[in-house]
């Protein structure tokens, strides 16, 4: 006791004093302290420039009455992003026929111009719109009725029955790939493997469910 009321009697020396700590600001209950932040590979993001001009009533100077002259602009950046959008894609084949056998009265010679090779046969969808969904489902573990609802808001609704489908359709056509993986992952020296239980879903309630991953070695990194 007798020692800290010594203490608190003895005189501070000014080198003691700790420099102020630099203020803080509180924004919805998030501290950020003040000055900027710098975002990587800001410089390289594409740039859209907007000019804010002043209308003709505005540039009248409120003294005089003459047009005020530019001196010069204020600047200043925003990040901001584009949600994506759906396009019709119409595709048109051109067809050529010879004038001369068809004038004969023989079978015309037609040909039919070649289209660009579609990821599924027949489908509807574009390889960037089934990239996004299956990227979304099994790279970002977004269900695919999420993925309705962004669909629905962005004007364009596709159902989880028809993603799913298309899914489908997707792990149809990289199978090969799949096969080829699977094969330089059996050439490792090593082959790694981790069992996972995950839930599945069931009658009542959910399951527990187990899955096997394998992993190759450094030759074979799959």
């Known amino acids: 006791m007798a020692f800290a009321e010594e203490l608190e009697r003895k005189p501070i020396c000014p080198d003691d004093v700790p420099p102020p700590a630099e203020p803080e600001y509180e924004l919805r209950g998030v501290k950020r302290r003040k000055g900027g932040r710098r975002l990587a590979n800001f410089e390289n993001l594409p740039v859209t420039t907007k000019v804010y001009e002043l209308s003709a009533e505005e540039r009248v100077c409120l ?74 489902k099994f790279a970002d573990y977004l269900p695919l009725y999420g993925l309705q609802y962004i669909f629905a808001r962005q004007g364009f609704e596709i159902s989880r029955a028809t993603q ?16 080829r993986m699977a094969a330089r992952v059996r050439q490792s020296h090593v082959v790694a493997t981790d069992d996972t239980t995950l839930p599945m879903l069931s009658s009542g309630k959910a399951k527990p469910a187990r899955k096997w991953v394998y992993v190759g070695d450094q030759e074979n990194p799959y």
């Open 63 to 136: 003294c005089c009455g003459v047009e005020r002259q530019e001196i010069g602009a204020d600047e200043s950046w925003q990040i901001e992003y584009i949600p994506g959008r759906f396009e019709r894609i119409q595709h048109v084949r051109k067809k050529h026929a010879c004038a001369k056998w068809e004038g004969a009265g023989e079978v015309p010679q037609i040909e039919v111009a070649a289209r660009a090779e579609a990821a599924i046969e027949k489908g509807l969808a574009g390889p960037g719109l089934l990239g996004y969904i299956v990227t979304s």
């Open 164 to 179: 799913s489908v298309w899914c489908g359709d997707v792990a149809d056509l990289v199978e090969p790939l799949y096969e």
